[in-house]
């Protein structure tokens, strides 16, 4: 069952309510560390506005699409070796369990931290 979108989390971590890790955002998109990681490199990227899944987010709106996906390349170059999967959930039976798009940046060769 979907959340409604004042009860949506992400929309409400885009917004500030929220607080997370924040690894980098633009105008319209943010990035930010998973709160349950399955990889050692394991960054959320969502759209600052609210669409459902990617598919929505695709037919909707391509520009904010395209800047997710340019943000999550960026975010994944800056914290992998250069070795990473950006992947999306599209419905309860792929595995999709937050209800705003989102993709997944994972990698098992992230680079080594620079004690920041």
């Not at 709160?35 to 709106?61: C, M, T, W």
């Not at 070795?83 to 080594?112: C, M």
């Amino acid at each position: 069952m979907e959340a409604s979108l004042n009860d949506c989390i992400f929309c409400k971590i885009a917004s500030g309510e929220i607080p997370a890790k924040i690894v980098a955002e633009t105008e319209l998109s943010v990035a930010f560390w998973d709160i349950s990681p399955r990889q050692p490199l394991h960054v959320l990227v969502i759209p600052k506005s609210h669409y459902g899944n990617v598919a929505e987010l695709a037919f909707s709106d391509p520009d904010s699409l395209i800047d997710l996906v340019q943000l999550g390349s960026r975010v994944a170059l800056d914290h992998s070796t250069g070795s990473f999967r950006l992947s999306f959930n599209t419905g309860s039976e792929a595995g999709q369990t937050v209800f705003h798009a989102h993709g997944h940046i994972t990698s098992r060769t992230p680079k080594a931290a620079s004690g920041d």
